[in-house]
């Protein structure tokens, strides 16, 4: 029998190659209707021989492309229209927005082997992407997620990769940042005083320099790295005395996992991590031999090395030059945020890089990389960011108001809480300096324009001083105080699934201001969250 449905998909279903997807699964079983973006999610209407249909939803599951997770299907039956065929429709722009926007993925194995096969019209071009791979959360302005909303919108597609944008059998079909040497972006490489060096390739030029012991400041993905040979102590200990970094380590790219596996031991949870999508920076335990190779100053006094793989063309083409691990630290300031424009990587790492490697495919929301451990053999995040943001987290309740959650002051992070999901930022850093603090409003206002997010309650510490709890002061908006020790607590009892439960729970997090007005530190609670009673304490 001849049956017509609509259905609604909600989850990470835009940018990562979904209506294309849906496309192949509809025509290879005969039916027919359409496929698009709104700013729900994915909108299909579906008409052919109902039992089809119902193989086309569960296909729709089982078939899922990689980096695409549906969280909700939701359907209903509708007028029989005799389509002819099944086509992918513009997208729609409604009111309310609740896509689920994908993070950033690593250069998936597809375009690695493009990238290097002399044959490929993009052999060696380092913005080679697909829809299963490439830029998304940093490029993007404005939901739905199309080319006009991004800021690939400035480069027009050449007829080539016009066709396979436009071809649903192609990988690159709607591939938002598609591109090619004839009309993507370029690199070029310029010295410290912002002159630009005449070179054939500017990135062989680059890893020569970084052979040499130069510094290069390179733009990457979600901002700005700095990187030098990691294996070279004079240069590692000149960018630690630029950087006025003290002894905190510095994280490192390997050109591949043989690389690490030869300087670190490997778990198959921590290779599994490293050559993912979110490809983060993993926090291993370093060899004797690592030292033999890698420069003491990289880690001073430190068991542990920060490595990651490449995760965009760009860095995949400079470490098979280099042959060697790189420090690839954040391009910043102390203490700063991440720089994400050219004029300001100029104007502020000036005195710390010799060369800088730029690219004019503008970013716009800037992020710095992720850092896991893995413990146990599960995945412990140190700083949630690229690769992982803006996906949600679900919650083991449901709010029934939209929150904003602006979170304390050192290593801050804010998040908006819709229905049973929280939606965490990037890592922000220390919003008492001031550049981070733009920052976090700059994020704030960049979430609730891509989500939509209207809050109804402002949360903040309880201490009075914070430039956080200020912000929140400025909001036309009811305000909850939390207690920073009760607000650790709570969290980890919502992440292990006993956010319900009696518990006594300590909280050793240096010092927070306490319910009293005194400065608490070393906390015993005794109860349920939002209702914690203190029973005991250190300080
Ligand atoms: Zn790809
Ligand atoms: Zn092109």
Known sequence: MIKRKLLRVYGIVQGVGFRPYVYRIATSLGLRGFVRNDTLGVEIEIEGDEEKIETFKRRLYSECPPAASIDRLVEEETDVRGDASFIILESSSGRERETLISPDLAT??????????????????????????????????????????????????????????????????????????????????????????????????????????????????????????????????????????????????????????????????????????????????????????????????????????????????????????????????????????????LEKLSGIADYFLLHNRDIATRIDDSVARVIDGKEILIRRARGYVPAPISLPFTSDKEILALGPMMKSTLCFLRGQRAFLSQYLGDNDIYDNYLYLLEIMERLKKLFGFKPELVVHDLHPDYPTTRLAGEMELPALAVQHHEAHLASVLAEKGSFDDEVLGVAFDGTGYGRDGRIWGGEFFAGKTGNFERIAHIA
Request: a positive charge.
């Open 108 to 345: 998936c194995p597809d375009c690695l082997r493009e990238l290097f096969d002399p044959g490929d019209r993009r052999f060696r071009y380092p913005f080679i992407n697909c829809t299963n791979c490439g830029p998304r959360y940093t490029i993007i302005e404005d939901v739905p997620y199309d080319r006009p909303n991004t800021t690939m919108r400035k480069f027009e597609m050449c007829p080539e990769c016009r066709a396979e944008y436009e071809n649903p059998a192609d990988r690159r079909f709607h591939a938002q940042p598609n591109a090619c040497p004839v009309c993507g972006p370029e690199v070029w490489l310029v010295e410290g005083n912002g002159v630009k060096i005449q070179v054939g390739d500017p990135i062989k030029a680059a890893a020569r320099f970084i052979q040499e012991g130069k510094i290069i400041a390179l733009k990457g993905l979600g901002g700005f790295h700095v990187a030098c040979d990691a294996t070279n102590d004079n240069v590692v200990k000149r960018l630690r005395a630029l950087k006025k970094r003290g002894d905190k380590p510095f994280a490192l790219m390997a050109p591949d996992l043989e690389t690490v596996e030869r300087l670190c031991f490997l778990s198959d949870k921590e290779r599994e991590l490293l050559t993912s999508p979110k490809c983060p920076i993993l926090l291993l335990e370093a060899r004797e031999e690592a030292w033999k190779v890698i420069s003491r100053d990289v880690a001073p006094r430190n068991r542990y090395i920060g490595f990651m793989l490449p995760y965009t063309p760009l860095h995949h083409l400079l470490l098979r030059e280099t042959k060697r691990p790189l420090v690839m630290t954040s391009g910043n300031l102390r203490d700063e945020s991440i720089i994400k424009d050219n004029d300001v990587a």
